[in-house]
């Protein structure tokens, strides 16, 4: 898919294809944020597609249930096909351009970060990589 004209400006503009727009569902609660679409993704042009994406929807149901659930990316290209993701300062300037347009919807409840990427460039402010993984549970009573 071409990236709108306002692509041209950013580092990574590159052949100006492979543009993913966010799916953004009004309504859910749970928005999934990744770092890049997939090669899969920036071929159709839409987000949430492919092999990769099945099996994150299985594991995600297998403990949250069914739920409706918006997805975006950091980075909402992938530069140009057959080129390699930046990395660097190439990508923090790629990043930092994509961010004046994020949008969480009125309905989002959660926010998933899938990868450790997307917590360093979406709160730069956490000092370490988050290394933490599962799920909260109810709080227990002291005497139970």
Known sequence: MLKPKECS??????????FVPDKLI?????????????????TKGTAREGLTVQDYEQQFEKYAGTVSKSYANVVRCRAQKGVKLPTGK?????ALFCRQYDKIPESTKLVVFVGEDVAKHL?????????????TLPERKENE
């Open 123 to 135: 709160r730069p402010d956490v000092p370490k990589p988050l290394t933490w993984r599962g799920f």
């Open 9 to 18: 400006l950013c580092v990574l503009a590159g052949d100006m294809n492979g």
């Open 26 to 42: 009004e309504g859910a609660p749970v928005m999934a944020i990744t770092m890049f679409p997939s090669q899969w993704e920036s």
């Open 90 to 94: 190439k990508l923090r300037e790629g």
